[in-house]
């Protein structure tokens, strides 16, 4: 038999141990790094969501009992989004900025509770408006870019009084970011921080989230305003927009499929970068796990490793009081 080579680096010795292999990490995942997406209603009674095995819409008591809970386990963030009767929805979507709304009342309850949990609050009009769409629908259909800003700008505003901590606009619309900035600081709400939805795709992966708030558009689809899946250079244009005018922190949406756009986005800012790891890619881990194909715990934490891998700094995830229990 001939004499083989024996190879002169060993990669391998980096892996012999947990203690080794915790010194080699190249990226660290931990309660810290996740925030709980949180469906609300008024109604006091919790509801299963069908399509999110173990999500529900949370009346009061039950936000607070899910909010203690991801506490307990070391996550400090939440998001919350409301539920709404169709009798409150209205092509203007003015239920968004409603002071004695939803959603004000329940970043009050949960920062009187908890000054210390960071709140951040939804900033768009689909789960208001009668359109189910993230603007002013026109009656040709068109989504009017420039009149939603004054909407989303009373919605941020309304939030903020409120005490939330960060608002996060989700919609889409061009200059909302400078709009919302404006606002917040001639109102002297200067340490509100904005977590811009930058690069938000048209996927779809989001059509359980659309059935947990009844949310889906009445008509047409959001392809004019949210992104293309096809495109990674125009996320780049869209984030570095955001940021010039004034996102404290830029988000990805959604996470597992694109992870190449955090990626690039990560390499491109020195802002905060967070990603969505959304409904649609919750339900199919979820399924997965739940008829035995994948092993739960291990594959929801690998699927939270690899988005902080590809450069997230944190991640909105539907797993967060789960994963931060297991670590």
Known sequence: MPDIPLPIHRPRRNRKS?????????????????????????DTDDVPIASMPGCHRLGQAGLIEQVTIARSHGVAAVVLFPALANALKRP??????????????????????????????????DPYSSDGHDGIVAPDGRILNDETLDVLCRQALCHARAGADVVAPSDMMDGRVAAIRSVLDGESFTDVSILA???????????????????????????????????????????????DEGADMVMIKPALPYLDVIARVRGEVDVPVAAYQVSGEYTMIMAACQNGWIDEQPAILESLRCIRRAGADFILTYFASRAAAWL
């Open 18 to 42: 947990e203690a080794i292999r915790s010194l080699a990490r190249e990226s660290e995942l931990t309660a810290a790094h996740l925030v709980l997406p949180i469906f609300v209603h008024e």
């Open 92 to 125: 203007d979507g003015r239920e968004a900025w409603n002071p004695d709304g939803l959603v004000p009342r329940l970043v009050d309850t949960l920062k009187q509770r908890w000054p210390d949990l960071v709140v951040i609050t939804d900033v768009a009009l």
């Open 197 to 243: 939805y930058s690069a938000k795709y048209a996927s779809a992966f989001y059509g359980p989230f659309r059935e947990a708030l009844d949310s889906a558009p009445r008509h047409g689809d959001k392809r004019t305003y949210q992104m293309d899946p096809a495109n990674v250079r125009e996320a780049v244009r869209e984030v570095l927009l955001d940021v």
